[in-house]
Each structure stands twice: as structure tokens, then as C-alpha cells.
Nanobody, 114 residues
Framework: QVQLVESGGGLVQTGGSLRLSCAAS????????MGWYRQAPGKQRELVAA???????NYADSVKGRFTISRGNAKNTVYLEMNSLEPEDTAVYYC????????WGQGTQVTVSS
């Protein structure tokens, strides 16, 4: 079993920045495939940014150049630095990892006011 705990969401004005954090714990060892998804009201959950099993990074086109995913020094932690936030970025952001199967965090709300 894997547990994912997110933090760092909140309310910010257009153009502002937020940093999300996610820590994975459980019977795991160096998760490679880990990242962030988001789900806005009335929309499907979508990939924001993630590390792939091959070591690359995938970003949604809508966040390229504004969001940066990174790993922490502690094992199995990831961060999402979000800059130049727009109202369209408003969503619940979920930490995700794949370890035998997919695991999801509880989600953290990000609200960008115009």
C-alpha cells in the first residue's frame, strides 16, 4: 500500500504563484512514476505534470513554461511549482503515483481569482 499526502494549495490572485508538495509513504522503494493531475468542476481529471518510468517529464500544454515539477531530496517526494497562475488553473490538484497500480492523494484545492 502507498499513501500520498499533499499540501500547499490555497487561494491566489491571477499572476500569482503556489507550490504544491506530495510525500509518498508505505511499502515502497524509489517510485519513478509520480506526478500531478487536476480536476476542475464539470471536467475530467487531466495530467498536469509527471515523471515517467523512463525518466522523462510530461507536461500538459496549458502549463508548459509556467509550472515546474521537481523531486525532493527525501525519497518519494515531488513538488509542483506553479507560476503565472490563471483562473483556468483553478481545480483540485491530486498527487499520483504508479507502484504496481495507481495511487491518488486526497487532493488539494487551488483557486485563482481574477
Amino acid at each position: 500500500q502507498v499513501q500520498l499526502v499533499e499540501s500547499g494549495g490555497g487561494l491566489v490572485q491571477t499572476g500569482g504563484s503556489l507550490r504544491l508538495s506530495c510525500a509518498a509513504s508505505g511499502s515502497i522503494f524509489n517510485i519513478n512514476t509520480m506526478g500531478w493531475y487536476r480536476q476542475a468542476p464539470g471536467k475530467q481529471r487531466e495530467l498536469v505534470a509527471a515523471f515517467s518510468s523512463g525518466g522523462g517529464i510530461n507536461y500538459a500544454d496549458s502549463v508548459k513554461g509556467r509550472f515546474t515539477i521537481s523531486r525532493g531530496n527525501a525519497k518519494n517526494t515531488v513538488y509542483l511549482e506553479m507560476n503565472s497562475l490563471e483562473p483556468e488553473d483553478t481545480a483540485v490538484y491530486y498527487c499520483w503515483c504508479r507502484w504496481v497500480r495507481d495511487y491518488w492523494g486526497q487532493g488539494t484545492q487551488v483557486t485563482v481569482s481574477s
